[in-house]
């Protein structure tokens, strides 16, 4: 009961395996967060949508997906800026 | 005017270059649909979202994002069953 828990934990979906994140997720919730975000972009995308899926139907079944949202984000790559897809899926315990 | 359109035509994204589906999303929205449910899974789950980011910022502008599902299919692998988590992103003209 030190402090407060922020309302919204987000975990960055990057390119380690799905366990470390779906374990991640966990951790929050467990820790009493109300909701998750993940972050992904790029090719990591899938893998936060397999986050999201695992998570929900192995592990923490009262979950609901409570939002979804894509956009885009301009990355400086080699060549000058390039333009990368991003998704933000939230996690939550109501409905 | 021969036959009525569906109202919902739908764009399977695989493993071929991005402005393919683009470039099949533009056209089924030029025969006259009022949306387009783009649907994958696995890997092209990313390349789904970069259809939906395409078309929308670089093409047809008044399009919105309707709606976002995700979800788990189990598919018959080598060693037996194995679950892909698929996505629905549908476009539309309208908010």
Do not use: H, W
């Not at 374990?23 to 790029?42: C, D, M, P, W, Y």
């Not at 695992?54 to 592990?59: A, H, M, P, S, Y």
């Not at 060549?79 to 998704?87: D, F, L, M, P």
């Amino acid at each position: 009961m030190a402090e407060a828990k922020s309302a919204e934990n987000t975990v960055f979906i990057g390119v380690k395996p799905v366990m470390n994140y779906v374990l991640a997720v966990i951790t929050q919730f467990n820790e009493g967060a109300g909701n998750v975000t993940l972050k992904a972009r790029g090719k990591a995308i899938s893998r936060a949508v397999d986050v999201a899926e695992i998570v929900r139907n192995r592990f923490l079944q009262g979950l609901a997906v409570q939002n979804i949202s894509i956009g885009t984000e301009e990355v400086q790559g080699e060549g000058g800026a390039i333009n990368v897809s991003t998704i933000e899926i939230v996690l939550g315990k109501g409905k």
